[in-house]
């Protein structure tokens, strides 16, 4: 069984800086992509970076400039550097994965979720 541990997420001041660690245990192969979303409290989830194997990224334009994802996809684990935190940044933030399996199908992976609270 896939599962993805997240650290790294606390408390900062606003302006301030946080990185998110996400590894991924229970693969044999390395991820197809790996990224991160986050919730805010009463608004839906949305994407806030990903990377491919290959290392392509993508951000939202909210923490364009602000966010660097990074991922080592020898170990299945994926980081997410935030620098210049905003309170609007608050929320919880998730790791997913995509995996390929020995069949059609890929296999698509959360992790259970890391806090980051940005104060003002």
């Known amino acids: 069984q896939v599962q993805l541990v997240e650290s790294g997420g606390g408390l900062v001041q606003a302006g301030g800086s946080l990185k998110l660690s996400c590894a991924a245990s229970g693969s044999i192969f390395r991820f197809n992509v790996m990224g991160w979303y986050r919730q805010a409290p009463g608004k839906q989830r949305e994407l806030v970076a990903t990377v491919t194997g290959g290392g392509s990224t993508n951000y939202a334009d909210s923490v364009k400039g602000r966010f660097t994802i990074s991922g080592d996809n020898a170990k299945n684990t994926v980081y997410l550097q935030m620098n210049s935190l905003k309170p609007e940044d608050t929320a919880v933030y998730y790791c997913?994965?995509?995996?390929?399996?020995?069949?059609?199908?890929?296999?698509?992976?959360w992790g259970q979720g890391a806090l980051v609270t940005v104060s003002s």
């Open positions: 997913n994965a995509d995996f390929p399996t020995w069949t059609v199908r890929n296999l698509e992976v």
